[in-house]
């Protein structure tokens, strides 16, 4: 069984041994680097490295999804999905996520929604802006995962694979739970 070592931790490990080389940098770093080579030249010492660059690795959380669920890119292509239409307000490419029939609570009573279109239709009553917000300000990094599937926020969204077969090997990744969070 593989190990990992949190990032977190890696950091703390670096700190403590100033010879040993630096932790790789994500990609998403490569500008500060490139700053960091032009202070080198002029005999500045270079800034650290941003901590949120090294935190917004998505490695544990697909490690997780892997471990509990099954193949992390079916999920991370529908969270990403998820997040891209949410922010552009496009509710047919949210009700093309959801498995139906979906059920949900408003005001405290039971909302049901039969299809895509109902979902359209009742797409601002759905996702309301805490839940809109919870989806899009939700880290890949940061989600939470166990077998009900990833939580964004504090439960506002859950999304999940459906078994469509007996044995569970064909699975269709969705949206199974939109609610106001705990």
């Known amino acids: 069984m593989k190990k990992l ?3 977190p931790m890696v950091l703390w490990l670096a700190a403590c041994a100033p010879s040993a080389p630096e932790p790789a940098i994500p990609v998403a770093a490569t500008t500060a680097a490139a700053s960091a080579d032009a202070a080198d030249a002029a005999g500045t010492p270079a800034p650290a490295t941003p901590v949120a660059a090294v935190v917004d690795d998505p490695s544990a959380v697909n490690q997780s999804i892997d471990d509990v669920l099954g193949d992390h890119v079916l999920y991370e292509t529908v969270i990403r999905r998820l997040q891209q239409a949410v922010a552009a307000r496009d ?5 093309a996520l959801v498995d139906y029939p979906f059920t949900t609570v408003r005001d405290g009573q039971p909302l049901k929604v039969a299809d ?4 359209v239709r009742d797409y601002d009553r759905i996702v309301t802006p805490a839940i809109a917000d919870a989806i899009t300000k939700q880290k890949y990094s940061q989600l939470m995962v166990n077998y009900k599937g990833v939580m964004f926020g504090n439960g506002e969204a859950w999304v999940n694979g459906i078994c469509r077969d007996n044995a569970c090997k064909d699975v269709d990744v969705r949206v199974v739970a939109l609610q106001p969070g705990t």
């Open 116 to 119: 895509a279109d109902a979902f």
């Open 5 to 7: 070592i949190a990032t």
């Open 91 to 95: 509710a047919a490419t949210v009700a």
